[in-house]
């Protein structure tokens, strides 16, 4: 333009302004097409993001059918065997089984886990402990009071607020008042955890063995050891190849169980119409009322065997990780629930015409054309069901672990593209002994049938009452709704669970037995570990004690670096005054080092570490709190150490640009933040503003050069200081600290300390093995405390 108007000027005519105004209309109108060609550019755009959205969305749904729905879709191998175990007396209790089958996967899979208890999830977690972690955050219900306020300013750490007169904050004060009602809600967390632990022993044996009982029906011959044997094997087998782990097998699951829901179904429209079509007035709940009207205890009973076609719904909350819930959701409403229906529908019609072919009713059901392809998958599907629900069971061992609730065990993790993928050697292997002394023991669906339904009838019930909480404390859903939910709930499932009693004797004491083991043994564990914290607690150090002993700390300062671990994420720790009283000496350069488990599904890198100064400078005294969500693996390849002396060199830097020199309190110091400090082109950090020396900010991790004006001498010369210690060796100080029962304390907390806790102890994971802490490097202090 400006080059047009030049020429103007140098021509001086009238022209040349009208060709001027012509070029400009010509340049607005080609900005314009350029403009329209852009938007259209971005509708398209978004048009093609839209659908590839849509497109994923249905690639995650397939996907799903093999992580999550594995194990309720196989439930029609022994449904209806289980809810008539003593044959049918009268032709119409078929139509009112199938009336409850119909119902019961409407009321609780459909309505009440896939469509509400599911959007319940902690950041796509499912499970009791996810539940719990959930209330965690919006309510001090924790029994080890470890929290921090700078745990809150995690982004992973999503919580609500409540109104001061709201009924959501009045629940939260009356769990918060007594310390019963925050026990009780972790002993309710901890039987929902071992009844799903028991289902990881049960959905194997059950499923296995349903599926390998076809092979009697082509092969009368055959006897029943036989079949128990060739399920033993299969069992092994899938317990040996765990440590392989899901991911390079887990593409074969979707198919494998979307060809199983689509041959079952087909399967089913072929009975329907070749054999009675009046099943489907089992779509009446009226026939539910005239099955309960004919009276008699076996049909109250027979809800245990009806209650198994919503098996695997713990399961599929408990493997929620991997996908959106919109997936999980299309994928039941979509294929899941029609296909059972049929399935279910198609049995009912056969039975109905062969009411003596109960006992085998899937099997004898199929076509003999396709007998064998069907007996192939439904072994396949059988052992796609097992891995889901051995997965779940890692899952929820380790979170349990996060929270303080298990024995520190091996985790591995097992996949590089998803987190949630890992194996747990020590539990893989009591799985499956426990699972093969169910199958050789019991040899029978209906036993094991009874014992599975007993453990899912608990977990739901413990879901439930959780969830009622979710609702009120999470959701701030009105009490009304909250108790239109629960009721209904409660009635259905307290419904299954009064027919369950009926079978305790029938199989139904196993996933008890399991589940108060297991119990005792997370209970004990909890204990211990909360003893040892209120020990530490009570018994901290003073900073006025620190300081009186002056900056060599009334020993000799040696070359070197000093860690040293504690549970505490403030104070410094009694073992800490048990080392410097017994020993003449101490490192140069001390940290204390807190490795806290918090109530979320994972920390992100840079948010790891928090790190404070103890003292003046001249003492060279830190703490860094590493924090880790239930979901982080700590593992070999991560170089702990490394990114504590990166997370510490930065605090140094940071630091020294704030003038900051000493910090006595609990609180964390200034330790690099986005909204502290602004990267400059020249890969400078300035700072822009900042509160105090006291503000609560952890770490964050940058590539970029830490400059400053000649404020970074001393800075520079601590960093300095510390490096010469680092190299001059590090060592990482560890505290044992025995508990033991008072003299005085009575019977059963002697045997659970000074027996059970003290066993556990003995056999669980060291803390060094866990941080991969080079043995050479390890200095053990021990200390006794009574409880």
Same mark, same amino acid.
């Not at 539910?288 to 009806?306: A, E, Q």
């Not at 109530?599 to 703490?623: A, S, W």
């Not at 860094?624 to 969500?629: D, I, L, S």
């Not at 510390?722 to 008072?742: E, F, K, L, P």
């Given at each position: ?9 140098? /021509? ?6 009208? #060709? ?11 900005? @314009? ?7 259209? /550019? ?17 690639? !995650?749904?397939?996907? #799903?059918?093999?992580?999550?729905? /594995? ?9 209806? +065997? ?16 199938? #009336? ?11 309505? $009440? ?15 009791? %402990? ?6 965690? *955050? ?51 967390? @901890? ?10 022993? @049960? ?12 092979? *009697? ?20 087998? @899938? ?22 829901? !689509?041959?079952?179904?087909? &399967? ?23 099955? %309960? ?5 076996? *049909? ?93 069971? %890692? ?57 599975? /339904? ?34 209904? #709930? ?107 488990? !918090? ?42 150490? $490394? ?49 105090? &020396? ?26 300095? %200081? ?25 019977? +059963? ?39």
């Amino acid at each position: 333009m400006a080059a047009r108007v030049e020429a103007a000027t140098m /021509g001086g005519g009238e022209i040349d302004e009208e #060709s001027d105004e012509r070029g400009s209309m010509w340049d607005l109108d080609q900005k @314009l097409d350029q403009s329209m060609d852009e938007e259209a /550019g971005r509708l398209r755009n978004m048009y093609k993001e839209k659908k590839f959205s849509a497109l994923l969305l249905l690639q !995650l749904s397939f996907q #799903s059918l093999g992580v999550v729905y /594995g194990d309720l879709g196989t439930s029609p191998l022994y449904v209806f +065997y289980n809810t008539f175990p003593h044959g049918i007396k009268d032709p119409e209790d078929i139509i009112g089984a199938l #009336s409850l089958i119909i119902y019961s996967l409407t009321l609780i899979p459909l309505l $009440k886990y896939v469509f509400v208890v599911c959007k319940a999830n902690d950041n796509g977690q499912g499970g009791t %402990f996810a539940l719990y972690s959930l209330l965690c *955050r919006h309510a001090k219900v924790k029994t080890i009071r470890n929290q921090h306020r700078t745990d809150e300013e995690l982004t992973t750490y999503s919580r609500s607020t409540f109104h001061e007169h709201s009924f959501a904050a009045k629940t939260k004060r009356w769990l918060e008042d007594r310390t019963s009602r925050k026990t009780a809600l972790l002993v309710l967390v @901890l039987v929902g955890t071992c009844m799903v632990i028991g289902d990881g022993i @049960l959905t194997p044996a059950i499923s296995v063995l349903s599926a390998a009982g076809g092979l *009697r029906v082509n092969l009368p011959h055959i006897s029943n050891g036989v079949v128990v044997l060739v399920a033993v094997v299969i069992l092994v087998s @899938l317990f040996s190849v765990q440590h392989y782990g899901t991911d390079r097998v887990g593409w074969l699951f979707a198919p494998i169980v979307f060809l199983w829901f !689509l041959s079952i179904a087909s &399967i089913g429209m072929y009975n329907i119409w070749k054999h009675d079509t009046s099943v489907l007035k089992a779509f009446s709940p009226v026939y539910i009322y005239r099955y %309960f009207k004919r009276g008699g205890r076996d *049909r109250w009973t027979s809800l245990g065997g009806i209650m198994l076609s919503i098996t695997g719904i713990e399961a599929l909350f408990a493997d929620l990780s991997h996908f959106p819930v919109s997936a999980v959701q299309i994928a039941f409403t979509a294929i899941v629930f029609p296909c059972l229906l049929l399935a279910y529908s198609g049995q009912a019609a056969y039975i109905r015409n062969h009411p003596d072919h109960v006992a085998d009713a899937f099997y004898r059901s199929i076509p003999g054309s396709v007998y064998w392809p069907m007996f192939i998958i439904a072994t396949a599907a059988a052992i796609v069901a097992s891995q889901a629900t051995i997965s779940a069971t %890692f899952s929820l061992i380790k979170q349990a672990l996060a929270h303080g609730c298990f024995p520190r065990v091996k985790v591995v993790h097992t996949s590089r593209k998803f987190l949630g993928q890992i194996y747990v050697p020590d539990i893989n292997w009591i799985l499956m002994i426990l699972c093969i002394a169910v199958t050789a023991g019991f040899k029978n669906q209906s036993q094991i049938g009874n014992a599975y /339904g007993t453990a899912v009838v608990i977990v739901m019930l413990v879901t439930t009452l959780l969830m009622t909480l979710i609702m009120i404390l999470v959701w701030r859903c009105h009490w009304v709704l909250v108790l239109v939910f629960t009721v209904l #709930s409660l009635v259905v499932e307290c419904t299954y669970f009064s027919a369950m009693l009926f079978k305790v004797d029938q199989g139904g004491w196993v996933p008890l037995v399991i589940a108060a083991a297991f119990l005792l043994i997370m209970s004990v564990w909890h204990y211990g570990t909360l003893k040892r914290y209120e020990f530490e607690m009570h018994s901290r150090v003073s900073m006025a004690w620190i300081l009186g002993l002056g900056p060599s700390l009334g020993l000799v300062r040696v070359p070197g670096v000093g860690l040293v671990y504690t549970e505490l994420a403030s104070g410094v720790p009694h073992i800490f005054s048990h080392f410097i009283t017994n020993l003449p000496a101490i490192h140069s350069v001390v940290v204390f080092v807190c490795v806290k488990n !918090l109530p979320v599904y994972t920390v992100p890198e840079e948010e790891r570490f928090l790190v404070k100064r103890i003292g003046p400078k001249n003492f060279h005294m830190f703490r860094c709190v590493a924090r880790y969500g239930y979901g982080d693996l700590h593992k070999k390849d991560d170089d702990f150490e $490394k990114r504590l002396f990166e997370s510490l060199f930065l605090f140094v830097r940071l630091e020294s640009m704030m003038e900051g020199g000493c910090s006595d309190s609990d609180d964390y110091s200034i330790c690099g933040s986005q909204n502290h400090f602004k990267e400059k082109n020249d890969n400078v950090a300035t700072f822009d503003t900042f509160d105090s &020396i006291e503000s609560i900010t952890p770490v964050k991790r940058v590539s970029h050069t830490v400059t400053a004006s000649s404020q970074m001498s001393g800075g520079v010369d601590e960093l300095e %200081f510390i490096n010469r210690c680092r190299d001059a060796g590090v060592v990482h100080i560890m505290g044992n600290t025995v508990v033991r029962a008072r003299r005085q304390a009575r019977l +059963y907390k002697k045997i659970a300390i000074d027996y059970v806790y003290a066993f556990l102890r003995k056999i669980c994971r060291e803390h060094s093995v866990i941080f991969n802490v080079p043995q050479e490097s390890l200095l053990n202090v021990g200390q006794i405390f009574y409880v």
